[in-house]
């Protein structure tokens, strides 16, 4: 299991950019694809982007792609998320999500096996 603290999260501007971390504990990270996910008030659970195990692929929802990058260093048990271009429909609170599972396409949360407690992030117009 997977023990996933999310940090980095806040209040930007429309245009800025923030960058959320999610550090992880417990078994080897590189054990693990990780994804992040959004939920904004009264809507449901969003995929934003997963990166596989090697980091050699990378996914986006539509809705963020072009504007936000996934990365992981291995060696530093972290994952990140570059958000560019913020718009105020990006706020929501931010999951950190891990993955043992193989093969999958890493967009449905139902794939993921744990996950962080969430940070908020709230752009402002």
């Known amino acids: 299991q997977a023990q996933l603290v999310e940090s980095g999260g806040g209040l930007a501007q429309a245009g800025g950019s923030l ?3 999610c550090a992880a504990s ?33 996914y986006y929802g539509d809705s963020v792609k072009g504007r936000f990058t996934i990365a992981r260093d291995d060696g530093r048990n972290t994952l990140w998320l570059q958000m560019n271009s913020l718009t105020p429909e990006d706020t929501a609170v931010y999951y950190c999500a891990a993955s043992s599972r193989y093969g999958g396409t890493y967009y449905y949360a139902e794939e993921y096996n744990d996950w962080g407690q969430g940070t908020q992030v709230t752009v402002s117009s």
């Open 19 to 21: 960058r959320l971390s």
């Open 26 to 58: 417990g078994r080897p990270f590189d054990y693990y694809a990780m994804g992040w996910f959004r939920q904004a008030p009264g809507k449901e659970r969003e995929f934003v982007a997963a990166i596989s195990r090697s980091g050699g692929r990378t």
